[in-house]
């Protein structure tokens, strides 16, 4: 049966199309399974005034990667995660950073921020040792 050059585009699109998606769920997976993704999870999970401000059960949202915002390098990560509960939804802004490459991550702040533009600080490094850790 002869393949027509419709056809052929149309069968082409859905291949190019499964290799996007396929590719962004992948980029997605691998944000999510990073530590400093995962730590500032765990920040949120722990702040009651953040919890009660978005509303429990929390929704976790894939990230914009199209966001400038949103950035990974060698030494430095900063993100800004989509979250939402029953009462409010907002971002998580994580900014993360490592002395070099394939050392552990360390949290530098997490803060929360509604869509009603209030900020919930939840975690900043302290400037004072560079180790002691500052809980808002």
Known sequence: MPWSLGKLVFYSSVV????????????QKAFSKASYYQQALEQLHGHPEALEALGTPLNVHYLRLTDKYNFVDIAKAQLKIP???????????????RNAPF?????????????DGQQIPMFKLSGNTGHEVEKE
């Open 103 to 115: 050392q552990r991550w360390h949290l530098q702040e997490v803060f929360l921020k509604l869509e």
């Open 16 to 27: 190019a199309s499964g290799a996007c998606t396929l590719t962004y769920y992948l980029i």
């Open 83 to 97: 979250v939402s509960g029953p009462k409010s939804e907002g971002h998580l802004h994580v900014i993360s950073s």
